[in-house]
C-alpha cells in the first residue's frame, strides 16, 4: 500500500518536473517570452484582455455565439468538466499538463490549435506565455478593478534608504535595484518648478518666478510652491466656471 503510494508519488513528480513552470517544456520562442514575464501575472492587467480580445467571441459571456458550450469569462465555468469533452478540462488551476487549454494554443496542428485558424486571431508567443504562466499560478480570476477594495501593499525594503523621502519611493527604488539602475540625482531646482508647473498649471514658470523659488532656502520651498500652483489652478478654474456662469445670467 505504502509502496503504491510512493511511486503515484514519483509518477506525479516526475510529471510535475516535465511540465512544471520553473523548467516549462515549451517552444523556444514562448520560452524566451516566458522569461520576460513580470512576477505576478495578474488578471485584470494581463490575462482578460487577451481573452477577451482572442477567445470570447467563441467562448464568453455571448451564449448565443458560444463554441463547444465551453466559457471562460467565469472561473465556475472555466473550471468545469468540458461538455464537449466529458473527464477533460479547459483549465486547471495551477496544472498545466491537465488544462485543455495549454495543449489548444500549443498545438501546430490546424484543427487543434487555438483560436482557430479561420477567426484569423493569433495569439503572440508573449500572450502564449503569460496564459501559461497565469494557469500555473493557479488561474486566479479578479472582479473588474474597480470592484476590488484598495489594499495597503507591504513597503518594500530597500538598499538606498537616503533617498527614500515618502513610501512612494521605496517602490521606484525596489525596481531600480531589481533591474540594476541607479537613481539620478535630485534634479536643479529651475528644471523641478518646469515640471512642477506643468504638472499643475500646463504653464511654464515665469523667470521671475524661478528666481524666487532658487532663493528660497527654507526646508519647505517646493511645498510652497505645490500651494501656490495649485491656488493658482483654482482660481483659473474659478474664472472659468464664473466666466460660463454669466453667460447664462
Ligand atoms: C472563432 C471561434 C473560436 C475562437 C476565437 C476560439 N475558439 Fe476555442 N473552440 C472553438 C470551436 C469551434 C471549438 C470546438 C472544436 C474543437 O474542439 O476544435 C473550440 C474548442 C476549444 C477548446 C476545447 C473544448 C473541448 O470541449 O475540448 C478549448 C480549450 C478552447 N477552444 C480554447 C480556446 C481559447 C483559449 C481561445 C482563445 C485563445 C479560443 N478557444 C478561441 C472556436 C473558437
Not at 95 to 118: A, C, F, K, T
Not at 142 to 160: G, M, S, T
Not at 192 to 214: A, K, M, W
Request: contains cysteine; aromatic residues 6%.
Amino acid at each position: 500500500m505504502h509502496m503504491r503510494h510512493l511511486s503515484l508519488i514519483i509518477v506525479i513528480n516526475i510529471l510535475g518536473v516535465l511540465f512544471s513552470c520553473k523548467d516549462p517544456i515549451l517552444p523556444k520562442l514562448i520560452q524566451e517570452a516566458y522569461e520576460k514575464l513580470p512576477e505576478k501575472v495578474d488578471f485584470n492587467q494581463h490575462i482578460k484582455p487577451i481573452l477577451s480580445d482572442k477567445c470570447f467571441i467563441c467562448h464568453g459571456p455571448d451564449k448565443s455565439k458560444v463554441k463547444a458550450a465551453l466559457q471562460l469569462h467565469l472561473p465556475e465555468l472555466a473550471f468545469a468538466e468540458l461538455k464537449s469533452t466529458p473527464g477533460k478540462f479547459a483549465i486547471k488551476p495551477g496544472n498545466l499538463h491537465q488544462s485543455q487549454l495549454v495543449h489548444r494554443i500549443l498545438s501546430d496542428d490546424p484543427d487543434v490549435v487555438m483560436p482557430e485558424p479561420e477567426s484569423h486571431l493569433k495569439l503572440s508567443a508573449h500572450e502564449k506565455a503569460i496564459l501559461i504562466k497565469w494557469i500555473d499560478q493557479g488561474a486566479v480570476y479578479k472582479d473588474h478593478w474597480a470592484f476590488i477594495a484598495p489594499q495597503e501593499p507591504q513597503i518594500p525594503i530597500v538598499k538606498l534608504k537616503e533617498k527614500v523621502a515618502n513610501p512612494i519611493d521605496n517602490f521606484i527604488l525596489a525596481r531600480l535595484e531589481t533591474e540594476n539602475l541607479q537613481p539620478n540625482p535630485k534634479a536643479d531646482k529651475e528644471i523641478l518648478l518646469r515640471r512642477l508647473s506643468f504638472d499643475l498649471t500646463g504653464l511654464p514658470p515665469s523667470p521671475e518666478e524661478i528666481e524666487s523659488f532658487t532663493n528660497d532656502t527654507l526646508a519647505k520651498a517646493y511645498e510652497k510652491q505645490v500651494d501656490r500652483l495649485r491656488d493658482f489652478r483654482h482660481v483659473e478654474v474659478d474664472k472659468n466656471l464664473s466666466l460660463k456662469l454669466n453667460c447664462f445670467v
